[in-house]
């Protein structure tokens, strides 16, 4: 028996991201950079439905496109985070100090946390009228920009400091 156990929880890492991961990923990253872009149109349309009036075409469509994306992203990042327990990733760089090694595995959790987090609160805000779902959902933008930029800068440090073969993991070229 203590010969399967390990065998059932250990798994290979995989040489690289799966195409399907690589794709999420550069979906995921488009739809929510246009949230951080577009998102405060939200606020408007919630106003114009406030005050009992019809929103003009462009405050109806933004304020619609920010909720669906928002749902686009949670399915997505519910998706590539099904596809990470199931598939794995590839392993940190055998030369990345460990305690570099647990901040990118602690960014990577709190980007779920914020993929998933983020239209959870929006929804609730938004549906159920909970106004403290809104105000969380509000705080979320900043720590988004906070932590892609980080991911940007780390990238690029991985790419033209350490000259490494991070970045091209997320990239579809690789194959």
């Given amino acids: 028996m203590s010969e399967i156990s390990p065998s059932i929880h250990s798994r290979a890492t995989p040489p690289s991201y799966s195409p399907a991961q690589i794709g999420l990923h550069w979906l995921i990253a488009a739809l929510v950079i246009f949230q951080l872009v577009f998102g405060e149109s939200i606020k408007d ?3 114009v439905l406030r005050d009992g009036k019809t929103p003009e075409t462009l405050v109806w469509l933004m304020g619609n496109l920010h909720i669906w994306v928002g749902v686009a992203v949670l ?3 519910l998706a590539r985070l099904g ?9 940190a760089p055998d030369a990345l100090h460990p305690h570099l090694v647990t901040a990118m595995k602690s960014v990577y959790v709190l980007f779920y946390v914020l993929l998933i987090g983020a239209p959870l609160t929006g929804l ?10 809104g105000e969380i959902h509000e705080t979320l933008k900043p720590v988004f920009i906070v932590l892609i930029s980080l991911h940007v800068l780390a990238a690029l440090w991985h790419r033209f400091v350490l000259k490494d073969d991070v970045m091209a993991r997320m990239l579809p070229t690789r194959r």
């Fill in 45 to 47: 349309y919630g106003h």
């Fill in 75 to 77: 399915v997505l990042a």
């Fill in 124 to 133: 609730a805000a938004w549906y159920l009228g909970i106004h403290i779902s």
């Fill in 83 to 91: 596809l990470r327990v199931a598939r794995g990733a590839p392993a």
